[in-house]
T-cell receptor, first 117, second 110 residues
Framework: DAGVIQSPRHEVTEMGQEVTLRCKPI?????LFWYRQTMMRGLELLIY????????DSGMPEDRFSAKMPNASFSTLKIQPSEPRDSAVYFC???????????????FGDGTRLSIL | SQQGEEDPQALSIQEGENATMNCSYK?????LQWYRQNSGRGLVHLIL?????REKHSGRLRVTLDTSKKSSSLLITASRAADTASYFC??????????FGKGTKLSVKP
């Protein structure tokens, strides 16, 4: 049974470049979450979708960040332009129902480790 | 910050001992979940306890929830070296998202 698949696993790029992170949720899951994890701030929710519609994007740091979910099996998180402070591990997770409040667990991918030089 | 807090931040024990981690949260919840994260990997769901439950067991895991104190604890009995990981609590509210704590780093020495 395939879990949440993220790509790439590692990304190293120079400041100012566009970065696109990709996520394929578990088939049948209707909620998708993007998180960022750093030592200083821990795990932060950036945005989450339910049935492909963004429900809460209040965690998106600034306009440089954007996320899309064109269909139930694919989502992207884009950073343009990237900055060194964006360096972190970015996780995608999916679940049934409407997220944490629906009493359903979230299933995480193994993350993308992003380094902006 | 809306984040909860885990206590302790780090815990080192010998194999066979029990490990107890505590979690406090700030808002009203529908449920509280515990996750484990091995180094370089994503989080893995361990157990979910609903707001109307006080205790739940799953194998060697025991979770308690005290909504009056806004706190939860995770007990791992008879720990093994393979239990070495970071453990996170996450509170699930009515808005649909989970709010994660900063985690407890558990080291189990063989």
């Amino acid at each position: 049974d395939a879990g949440v698949i993220q790509s790439p696993r590692h990304e190293v790029t120079e400041m100012g470049q566009e970065v696109t992170l990709r996520c394929k949720p578990i088939s049948g899951h209707n909620s998708l979450f993007w998180y960022r994890q750093t030592m200083m701030r821990g795990l932060e929710l950036l945005i989450y979708f339910n049935n492909n519609v963004p429900i809460d994007d209040s965690g998106m740091p600034e306009d440089r960040f954007s996320a899309k979910m064109p269909n139930a099996s694919f989502s992207t998180l884009k950073i343009q332009p990237s900055e060194p402070r964006d360096s972190a591990v970015y996780f995608c997770a999916s679940s049934l129902g409407q997220g944490g409040g629906s009493n359903q667990p979230q299933h995480f991918g193994d993350g993308t480790r992003l380094s902006i030089l | 910050s809306q984040q909860g807090e885990e206590d302790p931040q780090a815990l080192s024990i010998q194999e066979g001992e029990n490990a107890t981690m505590n979690c406090s949260y700030k808002t009203s919840i529908n449920n509280l979940q515990w996750y484990r994260q091995n180094s370089g990997r994503g989080l893995v769901h361990l157990i979910l306890i609903r707001s109307n439950e006080r205790e739940k067991h799953s194998g060697r895991l025991r979770v308690t929830l005290d909504t009056s104190k806004k706190s939860s604890s995770l007990l791992i009995t008879a720990s093994r070296a393979a239990d070495t990981a970071s453990y996170f609590c996450a509170s699930g509210g009515s808005q649909g998202n989970l709010i994660f704590g900063k985690g407890t780093k558990l080291s189990v020495k063989p």
